[in-house]
């Protein structure tokens, strides 16, 4: 089975720009969340998608946002980027919303770099 | 609100030492916990988790919910053992994990 992809692994964007980071989870893999990485803050979570539903979601600014479609594949958004949003955006799937033998699969993750 | 507290950013041990790695968890309901591990270059990866009460790798780490501790443990580091850990704490419903700052492994010969 391939792993969980995450696409582009690196971006460079500008202050104020837009992006959007694409993530594929396990095939039949129904739960994705997304976490940001960094030296100050360590990983944090950002949000939880199943059955294109937002199930959880961690305390970040609404210009963090996601979805994710019919397939399972999930797509995380930033608008109005920040110097403070350069990090490593990990994405991880699960085949199950929950429960704890269902353990979570992580990406290699995008790095986003803000200039 | 949950938190996962990983004292040591760094630990150096010698090869064939025993391994002790800290985790202490914040958390009023039922907590799952679990340990990841990131060897150079590669993914985060689970290593363990709680409610499996398994060894992997020679690790294992026990639940003492009156300490709220989940320290990982390992009577004989290896050189490969050298990673970052991290502790990673689930709670409600979902896979929202609320992880440790992490504790970078090494192991020397």
């Known amino acids: 089975k391939a792993g969980v992809t995450q696409t582009p692994r690196y971006l460079i964007k500008t202050r104020g720009q837009q992006v959007t980071l694409s993530c594929s989870p396990i095939?039949?893999?129904?739960?994705v969340s997304w976490y940001q990485q960094t030296p100050g803050q360590g990983l944090q979570f950002l949000f939880e998608?199943?059955?294109?539903?937002?199930?959880n979601k961690g305390n970040f600014p609404g210009r963090f946002s996601g979805r994710q479609f019919s397939n399972s594949r999930s797509e995380m958004n930033v608008s109005t980027l920040e110097l403070g949003d350069s990090a490593l955006y990990l994405c991880?799937?699960?085949?199950?919303?929950?429960?704890?033998?269902?353990?979570?699969?992580f990406g290699d993750g995008t790095r986003l770099s803000i200039l | 609100a949950q938190r996962v507290t990983q004292p040591e950013k760094l630990l150096s041990v010698f090869k064939g030492a025993p391994v002790e790695l800290k985790c202490n968890y914040s958390y009023s309901g039922s907590p799952e916990l679990f340990w990841y591990v990131q060897y150079s270059r590669q993914r985060l990866q689970l290593l363990l988790r709680h409610i499996s009460r398994e060894s992997i790798k020679g690790f294992t780490a026990d639940l003492n919910k009156g300490e709220t501790s989940f320290h990982l443990k390992k009577p004989f580091a290896q050189e490969e053992d050298s990673a970052m850990y991290y502790c990673?704490?689930?709670?409600?419903?979902?896979?929202?994990?609320?992880f440790g700052t992490g504790t970078q492994l090494k192991v020397e010969l």
């Open positions: 095939s039949g893999h129904r739960s």
């Open positions: 990673a704490l689930r709670t409600g419903g979902g896979n929202k994990l609320t």
């Open positions: 998608y199943f059955s294109e539903t937002q199930r």
């Open positions: 991880a799937s699960s085949s199950e919303p929950t429960g704890a033998n269902q353990p979570q699969h």
